[in-house]
């Protein structure tokens, strides 16, 4: 197949509204037909939109790794609606496993088995572990239970791009590569699921998410955070896909199309050093954004910089929710850098600073 999907054809893009609390079936059918026919399909769920497609057929696999310009070496999740659509795609199913889907299903955890035969290679990127996860979205449970099929869902951005949480965000990357996109309105999480590692010798999360490891930790006293990738070193680890050994847990895998430098520190140290940034840089003509929460916004006043509050930071899930929209918005804000403070780790602080970490390339600034 000499030359397959270098380019895209222009499809046209439609939105539909769609109610996230009683879909409207006559939309969800529509939708499902789609999903059935092997076309790909935007939709909402609790944690981001996706980008669906029928788990099972190949055809509609490739219209997904396509319509984002994602790489076939990094795997995809798949959704159901019905705890006993597992049996199909998994060969085992441990105790401690159906406890935590039994409590976090439906919801934002993604849990690694082993591959069932009937799984494709192309949705595990060859592994022989397959990603499984039971979203809560009405709009996502009925578009899995009408099309009848597993759906596999990456986020419904383009390959490197930030996660959308609203269909604008997934229209914004995907506008004419796909077909259709339901808007349910805006994701209530904000983050992407926690993806938990049940094949490794102790449970890992590979990526903390909507689900906390306290949370986690109240099932499995053991569960691990894997070591993060861009700890050391930052400088120097490409971006290039080749170069990560672990899918998708690349550098800069959520990265604006800005550079964001992140501060940490003591909340007064971190708005000081980030204050003085903002000053040197709007003196050599750079316009600058700052990402802070509400309590900061006073200092920033009179610093010239463009400003957006996520929220109290206090309150991890407004953060959240507000995170992958703040940032999107300092990317079309006109500015050439982003400063940002850091949260607290506690709960969905610590998926905050996970993505915080991603976008900046893996470097903090320690304040002091
Ligand atoms: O909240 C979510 O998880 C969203 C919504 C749409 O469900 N989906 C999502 O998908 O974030 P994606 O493709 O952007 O991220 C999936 C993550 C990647 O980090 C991928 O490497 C990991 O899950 N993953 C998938 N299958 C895996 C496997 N077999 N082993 C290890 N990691 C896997
Ligand atoms: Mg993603």
């Keep these: 197949m000499p030359g397959v ?56 696999l490739e219209r997904i790794f396509a319509a984002k310009g994602r790489p076939f070496s990094d795997p995809l999740i798949v959704h159901i609606a019905e705890e006993q659509s597992l049996e199909r795609l998994t060969t085992s199913i441990s105790e401690q496993a ?15 088995f082993p591959r069932s035969p009937l799984v494709p290679l192309l949705v595990t990127a060859g592994l022989e572990t397959v990603a499984v996860r039971m979203p809560r979205h009405p709009v996502a449970l ?18 490197m791009h930030i996660s959308p949480t609203t269909a604008q965000h997934a229209c914004a990357d995907l506008h004419g590569r796909v077909p259709l996109i339901l808007d349910g309105g805006p994701s209530e999480v904000g983050v992407e699921s926690t993806v938990l590692d049940m ?13 906390s490891i306290e949370a986690l930790r109240r099932i499995l006293p053991d569960v691990q955070l894997a070591a993060p990738k861009h700890a050391a070193h930052a400088e120097s680890v490409t971006d290039d896909a080749a170069h990560y050994t672990s899918p998708g ?21 971190m708005r000081t050093a980030m204050l003085a940034e903002a000053k040197l840089r709007g003196e050599q ?25 996520l929220g109290n930071a206090a309150d991890p899930q407004r953060v959240a929710s507000s995170l992958f929209a703040g940032l999107r918005f300092l990317e079309n804000a006109d500015v050439q850098v982003i400063l940002c403070r850091n949260f607290d ?24």
């Design 345 to 368: 780790t506690s709960g969905l602080g610590l998926a905050i600073r996970d993505r915080l970490l991603k976008a900046a390339g893996g470097r903090v600034y320690e304040c002091a």
């Design 5 to 60: 999907m270098k380019f895209m054809q222009e499809i046209h893009t439609e939105i539909v509204h769609i109610d996230p609390f009683h879909p409207e079936m006559a939309i969800i059918e529509r939708a499902a037909e789609m999903i059935r026919a092997g076309d790909v399909v935007v939709f909402p769920t609790e944690t981001v939109y996706g980008l669906g497609a029928d788990a099972m057929q190949l055809r509609a």
């Design 285 to 309: 003509g750079e316009r600058v954004g700052v990402l802070v929460a509400d309590e900061d916004v006073p200092a920033f006043q009179e610093s010239g910089a463009v400003i957006h509050s």
């Design 98 to 112: 159906r406890q935590l889907a039994e409590i976090f299903w439906p919801g934002p955890l993604t849990m690694i």
């Design 249 to 269: 847990q690349m550098l800069t895998h959520y990265a604006p199309a800005i550079p964001l430098l992140l501060f940490d520190g003591s909340v007064m140290a």
């Design 142 to 159: 009925a578009l899995i239970r009408a099309a009848g099929t597993p759906i596999a869902a990456p986020s419904a951005n383009r390959f």
């Design 199 to 211: 094949c490794a010798p102790v449970p890992t999360i590979l990526r903390p998410g909507g689900v």
